[in-house]
């Protein structure tokens, strides 16, 4: 129960920053490496990379499949692009929401480096990565900063997208933007967790609109 209002708080907080965000960005034309960040269009040869848990999670209960995996597939199928996923090397991350919540809050407050049990192969061979992750504490999981920090993303274009229960985005293109500054990050497609469970037909709609 405090963990859930903690995060309504953080959600809460998260909202108020995005629209200072959003008035910030109308009279500062947002350019990310270089270039107009408005279009997710991809070009050359793609991967979907994305981290998800399955277990007790925020307002769907104990699932099978996580949901940023859900819409990673969904990606995946409609682009054509290879998968990868983020897995921990040691993954001791709880199946129960508050445990979780916990642990990757102390991840976040160390600023940790969880490790990674694979590498992508080929990985100068894809143009174009799209990166899914579940919104943690206001940011991406701590392990997707251990991804981006463990290739070269120079000249590569990175298509974000991730899956919240209130947070949207929750800023996450500057944060990408900041940790890999040679890729050119695109907008976020950022997705409703529970309805990537209960809520296929809108999830594709929504990923269709973003791929346009
Ligand atoms: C540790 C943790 C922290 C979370 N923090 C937030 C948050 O700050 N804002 C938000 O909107 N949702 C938050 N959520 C909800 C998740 O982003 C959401 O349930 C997501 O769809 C989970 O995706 P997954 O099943 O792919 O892991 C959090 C969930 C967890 C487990």
């Not at 940790?112 to 061979?125: L, N």
């Not at 392990?143 to 070269?152: G, H, K, N, P």
Request: aromatic share 8%.
């Amino acid at each position: 129960m405090k963990k859930a209002l903690a995060l309504l708080m953080a959600i809460a907080i998260v909202l108020s920053l995005a629209a200072c965000g959003a008035k910030t960005e109308k009279s500062n034309e947002k350019t990310t490496g270089g270039e107009t960040a408005s279009t997710p269009a991809a070009s050359g040869k793609s991967l979907v990379v994305y981290f998800s848990r399955t277990g007790e999670q925020d307002k769907v209960g104990v699932i099978e499949k996580g949901n940023t995996k859900i819409v990673a597939e969904m990606i995946a199928e409609k682009v054509g692009a290879d998968t990868f996923e983020i897995v921990p090397k040691n993954d001791t991350y709880p199946m129960t929401f508050d445990a979780l919540c916990d642990v990757a809050k102390e991840e976040q407050n160390n600023n940790a480096r969880p490790e990674i049990k694979d590498t992508v192969k080929d990985f100068d061979s894809y143009d174009t990565i799209y990166l899914g992750y579940p919104i943690w504490w206001a940011d991406l999981p701590m392990i997707c900063y251990t991804f981006l920090e463990s290739y070269d993303f120079n000249g590569k274009t990175i298509v974000p997208f991730c899956t919240h229960e209130g947070s949207a985005d929750a800023n996450t293109q500057k944060k990408i933007q900041t940790a890999v500054p040679k890729a050119s990050v695109k907008e976020v497609l950022a997705v409703r967790g529970q309805d990537a469970q209960k809520d296929k037909d809108s999830v594709k709609k929504q990923i269709e609109d973003w791929l346009k």
